[in-house]
């Protein structure tokens, strides 16, 4: 299939016309390897519903470093199991300076639609229960530059270990094969950021 632009618009459109199969909720996973683009697409995807859409990073659920996958239990427990019985969830930041949770609980009201943004968030775990996965995918070699620089080249050891573990779990739970939607996070803006580049 040849890459198509897509406007955010319609695949908000798109969203609202699937069922809701957490609880109430339209529950959107967008996954894919760290630096690929994940967090741009699903801000700008929150950003074309008309009304407030909430995104959850699953980087702020994690404690620390070596929660890499294991964090799914947290994420269950104050954002999933809430919206799924219509309660309002909520959820503490990790504080990756300080190396713990901060003291702040963040709302996450049932809204229509939830988007939850982190590598492994549309895992097969959570497959029946999520109205559209997307996989956002970009080269290796841009992904790479892109988390040494936001991070720092300070932690290129614990990053490398990091994209090791994150192929790994692709691999094993055939996130792209499963994905509804894949999406090539190395593009640059379209349409002024209003649309973005589906690949399947």
Partial sequence: MSPVV?????????????PARLGRTR?????????????????????AFEVATPVVHTDDLLDGWADQFTFWPRLEEWILAPLRSGRSARYRRYDWTRDRFGPDWTAVPPAPVVIVEGVSSARA???????????????????????????GAALASRLAVWRRGERAHFAADRTVER???VVDGATGSVRDGTAFVRVR
């Fill in 6 to 18: 897509e406007p955010y618009a319609d695949l908000a459109e798109r969203i609202l016309g699937r």
């Fill in 125 to 151: 775990a959570i497959a029946a229960e999520l109205s559209l996965a997307v996989f956002v995918t970009a080269p290796v070699d841009l992904c790479r530059d892109r988390t040494l620089a936001r991070d």
């Fill in 179 to 181: 994905a509804d939607l």
């Fill in 27 to 47: 529950l959107v996973a967008v996954d894919g390897p760290s630096g690929a683009g994940k967090t741009v697409f699903a801000g700008r995807l929150a950003a």
